[in-house]
């Protein structure tokens, strides 16, 4: 304990106290001239907390348990948080102290209800609090439903399309805590209680059939969280209509709350060896092996349904489907380095996507849109935001010298590794679609013409830019120095029962091929220093001219002329894969829809007809004759 | 004579499952709504049958205590519990019938018709009820956004 | 003042008795009449309570009319799950007292009637009584049934009618079958008998006859097609109460019938169809309304179809789940017919009444993630229970019935959050807004208020209603105190 | 020591082998054109001229940052790829390293021709991406393949595997498939005929090079010789078995890029839908092919 606290409360306590005063403090103060800021405090307040905690558990505490318990109809729940938790906990208390950095200045002013978006991100620190430290089964499906209705809070906040997105959500994600139900259901029956521990010592007996639906209700259940194909219609939506720091906040963590889940009750839970254990008759074919698929069509399929968006936040969003697929991928290739690799891609890709989605939020405060058609130049005007959000890019595209690179090389390696050809394959060509869909965003936003009505728009004010910068910042320094993420990672690594992975302050030594970011970051930002070099020392004086001083086959191009390259920035790959964009999830998400109405209206005829005592007389009937026909009368 | 007084017994029972079902069906195929009123009575009357016929004894004497209660002895005595029943539920269908047949003189006076589609249909347009159903085919898109179809951010 | 068992009779012999002189009172003064209704009403609820400590000290109060015993005479039976729906009973009816409608005093008579049967209903210890007290409930809401005084109150009444009056006609005939199997009527000794004389082809015939006459109160599948008519067509306080209570009286008979008669594999089964159904198709048929009343009659045939399938678990489990289900859904259920009172006509037209009545859509929302099953809200403990019950008793067909209500949970949430994502529109300009007086808006806080309440004490609330439920499904228990010399 | 000879060596060899590619090309294809062809030093006279323009038109600090991108992605690329006597920093970033490395350029190029504001550039630039797509599906099947047969990444390694045993370790004996697909998708990543689609001179004034004068066109012309260098360095590695001394290292690498140059002239252009097909299609397919047969053996 590094420090003493009152009344005997442990760090998650007070954790919880914190996250519980925010809820209700900023609910309350949140539109206050000072709230934002306030809210930062408090954030940063949990954040150091967990900081702490981290330093207990490195310390080797081995969890850290709440005081708060409740017995209810006979069910005890406890609070407990372990090293797993811990990294989630640590993103998520990081992830809110930034979004509320970035609404604490001007962001909060012009919003109209800014205590209900600093309310609901304290509500949804805390219900997160509440989940990542579950005790039991019980505690877990609790947490889980508080999480998913709190973001959900979170997204209907904004009106408009975002309450269609935001029902079809909340559909969704009930929809997985059903199969969640179900799952812990089983456990239930079979082990007599949630505990944990009651599960584990319950597992050995389960037929195989029933561990196949577990498998499949957790897997199932939690993956709609983390918008696995084919539940992942809901996601971009969702998460782009949600405001600024709100959404960047979503889109770092929640879904991760699902990956967490996952990895808690298929890793820690079932465990790999049971999952191995499990096969399709007749095939070779694993559970994780499904499971790794469904993960590598998720990296593909919304990477290229990102690669066509027109709105900035959407093909974020749906770059961030995609790269839940890279983590869930990595923890399952269950070796040391996998496991690694999806934990660490899970924090860096918290930090390089705020940073984005911050960048893309700056810009629509600025501009007043986020689409894609109608931006153009702007890096003139932002350009440091424009240097969020290049870092950001960087970092989503998964090549050097950002953070992202890491966590991918990782993945892709454990799958080379461990022999998995199609599945690297997949991730290569996820990666691929990627750095064209993000050239496309930066292009489209801040490089080519600017727009004549964003001549005299100013560059977003520090509360804002700052955050941003300093979470691409994060992303650059984990990226030179991995080692510093990957010691928090090995944390949770521990607490999941596997292996830890060697590694130094710039990466891994690995017998078929090693990586060391100190040097490859090192040579090149050397090398580019030597490129400035050649570049301002020889050849002649450089002058700049405006963008507008163009030409374009010998004709003049001005500023009243709409020239700028956008809209369908890849024609050609367009028409290719065109075709290939059937919407069958939307065909058959509406397929349920419609069932769903066409059986309602069934009902209703049932209902409206004037003839139920009809099938009471049958069934009457029957009775009569079949007690009759037995002898029952009469005697 | 117990031959015959199992023919009755069987005969009893055979008039209650007929009424039973005459009265069924006079309240499912008519569409008028005295009709099937009348029908509820002839049901009625069928249970009530059926009770009484639950405890009749052929060569039992009637449940008539007078004086010493020494009947006993004279011989089996028809079971008096479903005849009591019987009174009250005839008391109760009585009840019944009169408060349906009110509300059929103002179903009437509301509708001027006793035709039971008729009324459903007014009765519907009155209380506005679902379009969904008297409209088949007619889904309002967009009430649903599930089953809305495509929008723009779902696939280019 | 101490009750004993004799003043088990007054719940339902002081309202009765009142009801009969409400008229005569009524010529001298409608004002006198009302307040001397719900005076009855309160006093009603007054004596349950003070039973209460003598209920729960022996278990049940067991009270022989004239002096009579069991299995002779006849027998109330006021344990505590009784009581309890005793006072839930008469406080609805006062929560939702007519107010001055042009024919007070009739409305009111029925109004006591209703309270006379209802209790009746739950205190009975003898199947025949029951089917009066049945009758008597039944024709008090006919009457209620039928007063708004539309044209469509009059048809939908009707037709409750007829329907209600095929069923207790069935409900006869299954009293009929037992009287003929067994020769006594009196719950407790058949308890003794249901062994031996009520098993088999002609047991299970006397269950169902009498499951689809007390179902057609209890709005079970499929003698529950009147439900969205009267519901829509009926004044919405009345709406309330019959969702609300009298449907929870018509399956608690049902639950006294299972525990005591029918603990028959076939018979739970059939009842657990019945539910399964029910729940099925009240959420499907939900989902497809229109208009906030029918939307809730469908969701409370649901409602009851959950009840039915938690009362068709054996051992005292499934009766606890089903008692939580019933109790959460009698607050929750009445507080959105407030609601609905005033948002009334199409769902589409209420787009932005959220914003102008921003407590009440709070309700709404509060009510619809309680009624949903939310935690920590009372009514994911219910489900919970529920499922834990049918988990635990195993079978494939609980199973299949968990799998059916979990289905049926996300399409209740399809509808309920669709009429809040509404609710919280933007209003197209020019339309009044719709807004709530506090007196309108009062009960429906009031509930939400117990519901919050039981949020927070749900842990005792739980262990007692896990004592109640265990006296409820103990039917040598029941025996043994109508019957103490033994039989 | 080795190390900071290795830092300098490497990128500078890399240059100058790379203009000699730059000559062949011309060459090649000045022969194939019944020209003479230009002279030994015209690549270097070329840098030279373009350096010492007078007018150097600047589009902004992204435009010049691009070139130092462009420039220090491919000098760091080269630091990482092992050649004969030369490991470099191979050791500390393998096969994989080097492949995203090499994007770094491609990158900054891009970013640079976008900051220009020339709808041509971009166009240009979105024609490039595009082909990026195409050519590199099916050489990352290769790679894939070719790491999972010689179970590294590690570079040095792969090239030791392959001269353990001669000629009949090299990856191109071993997996002949795997090495053709290769030898396609090398072809595609160079961007001549067929797949210029993204210079196309006709129909977009020479697209991302639109905007470019002076010393940034001189920077994309050293770009051009550190790629020829690269591709052809990287599949000789990976496939002919690298080579023990330059005297049997670099004919391998001329080979390489003959093979492509020669082919290069006898093309027209295909659209860009066509590259993408093509690409996915063929060098894709046999690629895969080529995969089974190493997952089977």
Redesign the interface.
Known sequence: MPFALPFDMTSLDLLMAIAAAATVLLYLFGTARLGGYLATLLHGAALAVTVAMGLDLAAGAGAIPSSLR?????QQLAWTLDGLGWFFLLLTTGAAFFSSWYMAGEWGRVQQRARIQHGTLALNVLTMVLLLSAGDL?GL??GW??VS?AAFAMM?QA??PA??????Y??YA??GA??L??AI??V??AAGGFGFDQMRAALPDMSTGMLWTLFALFAGGFGVKMALVPTH?WQ??AY?YTPGASSAFLNAVSARMGLFALILSLVKLIGFDTLAGLRIPMTGIESTDILAWVAAITMVVPTY?AL??T?AR?LLTWHGIGQGGYMLLGILVATPLGVAGGLLHVFNYATYQMALILAVFAVIHRTGTADLDELG?L??RM?LTYVAL?MGI?GL????PMNG?VSK?MI??AL?VT?Q?LL??AA??GT??T??SV?KL??NIF????RVEHREIREAPWSMTLPMLVLAGIGFVTGFAPGLALSIVDQAQAAMGVALLPHHL??VVL??????ML??VG??????????L??YV????????H??D????GHF?SADIR????HE??????????PW?R?WV?RM??G???L??V???????????????????I???L??F??G??G???S | MTMDAEMLGKALYAGAVCLVLLGLYGMVVPRNLMRIVLGLVLLESGVNLFLVAAGFRADAAAPILTAPFTAQAAGPLVDPVPQALVLTAIVIGVGVLALGLALVVRVKEAYGTLDTHAVANRMARETGADPAVTAAGARTPGALPVAAGRTAEDAP | MTLTAHHVVLPVALPLLVAFLLPLVGRLSDGLARLLAQLTTLAVAVIALLLWPAASDGGALVSAMGGFAAPIGIVFYADKLALMFVVALAVGLLLFRPRREHDSTKVQTLWLLLLAGGSGLVLSGDLFNIFVFYEITAVATYGLGASAHTGAGYGASLRYLLLSALGSAFALLGIALVYAAAGTLNLADLSQLAGERLTGPMGLTAFVLMVLGFGVKAELFPVNTWVPEVYTAAPTRVTAVLAGVVSKLAMVVILRLLVLLFQDPAALGFLLLLGAIGVAAGELAAFRSRDLHRTFAYSSIAQLGLMAVAFSIPGHAGVLAGIAVALHHLVVKPAFFVLADRWRGEIAGLTGAGRTSPLAAGLFVLLSLSIIGIPPLPGFWAKLMLFKAAIDAGGAGNLTAVAIILAATVIEAAYLFRVVGILYGTAPAGRPPLRFTLGELAPGLLLGAVLIAATVSVAPLGDGLTAMAADSADAAAYASRVLPGGN | MTLLADLILMPLVAFVVGLLLVLMARRVRAKIERRVGPPFLQPVYDIVKLYAKKTQVSHGVMHDLAIMMLLGGFITAEIFLPVPGLDGLAEHGDLITLVYIMMVPMLGLALGVGSCANPNGSIGISRALTAMLAYDVPYVVVIVGACISYGTTNLIDIVQIQQQGGPATWGAATMPILAFAGLLATHGMLGKEPFEIYIAPAEIATGPMTEMSGKYMGALFVMQCFQLYTVGVLYTTMFLGGGENWLFFLPKVFAVIFISVAVTNVYGRYKTDDVIRWMWKWPTGIALVGLALVMVR
């Open positions: 409740l017995t209810v109809l006979g019980l499906f609790i439903e508080f209705w209907i009106g408009g309450t269609q997105a935001a029902y079809r909340m559909l009930l929809a059903m199969a139900f179900a259901l089983v239930h029956g219609l971009a939506p782009s349904i066509m968006q709105d959407m130049g890096i003139t350009p290049l960087i595209a998964g090549l050097p690179f090389w892709y390696k080379i022999q050809p690297s394959i290569f060509v691929l679609g750095i064209l050239y930066i292009h490089l080519g013409q600017l710039g990466g017998a078929t091929g090693s990586l060391n040097w490859v040579v090149l930002v050397g090398a580019i220093g030597v490129g400035a050649i570049f020889l050849g002649n004086r450089r002058f700049e001219t963008q507008y163009n030409y374009a086959g191009l020239y700028h390259f956008s920035f890849y024609p050609g790959l367009a028409r290719v894969i065109g964009y919407g939307v998400e509406h349920l829809g419609v769903a109405e059986s309602g209206d069934l009902w209703h005829g049932v209902f409206r007809a004037a003839y139920t005592p009809l099938y009471v007389l069934v009457a009937v009775g009569l079949w007690a026909g037995a029952g009368f009469g």
